[in-house]
């Protein structure tokens, strides 16, 4: 089962706004990471945990915050967040944060900033 | 860095073949591809990790350059489920370790 589940899957927030993301995989994976897709682009990799600690931040704004509470679960916290961010969320883990390991994707969780 | 991908776009009848290849500035130490579906998330097809290496999925086959740091994906027999923006990912190294970054896509649009 290659499952990763993210919620909720459609996300509406104003600017003063505070929301969370959540991910979860049952897989065994000890890497999880958040991409950001605008329409038409290719996915952006924000942030990568390896073994539940923050391992690739790749210069994302403070008003994205992730979290790992445990091997399965990644939160991103949202907070004031710009109408530009609004976009596609991707959540996925692999078996290890290495080039040889299979990065399997979520369904994803559409978020608009209004 | 981003990997480059050609062409930008196909379009294709059922049954006919497409190749889509992906390059790199950068050395490899592995090429992904994905296929994403409007609205959907980026599914994943194979991964090649050395060079010259093969792989195959029903109608789908890959090959892996090392020398060239390239990666083509080979769609033969192409139906309609093939529709869809295809990715390549690569990882490089450096400082680029642990980072899968996607090429730009190719959209592949098969008609009946």
């Known amino acids: 089962d290659t499952e990763v589940t993210q919620t909720p899957k459609h996300l509406v927030m104003g600017m003063t706004n505070k929301k969370s993301l959540k991910c979860e995989q049952h897989m065994g994976h000890r890497a999880m990471y958040w991409y950001k897709q605008k329409a038409k682009k290719p996915p952006e990799l924000m942030f990568v945990?390896?073994?539940?600690?923050?391992?690739i931040n790749e210069s994302v704004p403070s008003r994205f915050s992730p979290e790992c509470p445990n091997s399965s679960l990644l939160n991103l916290h949202l907070h004031a967040l710009q109408p530009e961010d609004s976009a596609l969320y991707l959540c996925a883990s692999s078996q290890e944060q290495a080039f040889g390991y299979t990065i399997y994707f979520g369904e994803g969780s559409w978020l608009t900033v209004v | 860095q981003q990997p480059v991908q050609s062409p930008q776009a196909v379009i294709l009848r059922e049954g006919e073949d497409a190749v889509i290849n992906c390059s790199s500035s950068k050395a490899l130490y592995s090429v992904h591809w994905y296929r994403q579906k409007h609205g959907e998330a980026p599914v994943f097809l194979m991964i090649l990790l050395k060079g010259g290496e093969q792989k195959g999925h029903e109608k789908i086959s890959a090959s892996f350059n090392e020398k060239k740091q390239q990666s083509s994906l080979y769609l033969t027999a192409s139906q309609l489920s093939y529709s869809g923006t295809y990715f390549c990912g690569t990882h490089a190294g450096g400082t680029s370790y642990g980072k899968l970054t996607f090429g730009q896509g190719t959209i592949l649009t098969v008609h009946p």
């Open positions: 945990y390896s073994y539940e600690k923050l391992s």
